[in-house]
């Protein structure tokens, strides 16, 4: 997977959540992010990286999870480049 700008962001794709998954990952955190502009960009942090906030969490396999590797108008669902290296760890 390749990023072309200086972003350590990622747009979430169903080979990242499959890649969760085979890792043990069970829930997901979607949080809106602060930008200025017409799209909205939401994080999605996989656990157990995330602690107890107002944050929306998911199944990995509910539906609302599926759904975000589908594109959205004015909506982008990404993840950090942490998020990504399972092999690492």
Do not use: C
């Not at 700008?5 to 794709?13: A, E, H, K, L």
């Amino acid at each position: 997977m390749s990023n072309n700008q200086s972003s350590p962001y990622y747009i979430f794709t169903e080979e990242i959540r499959l890649n969760w998954k085979e890792n043990g990952i069970r829930m997901v955190k979607v949080a809106e992010m602060e930008t200025g502009g017409d799209i909205r960009f939401y994080e999605l942090t996989p656990d157990p990286e995330f602690i107890l906030t107002d944050d929306t969490v998911y199944s990995i396999d509910s539906e609302d999870i599926t759904e975000l590797s589908e594109p959205v108008p004015h909506a982008k669902f990404v993840v950090h480049e942490v998020h990504l290296d399972f092999e690492d760890e």
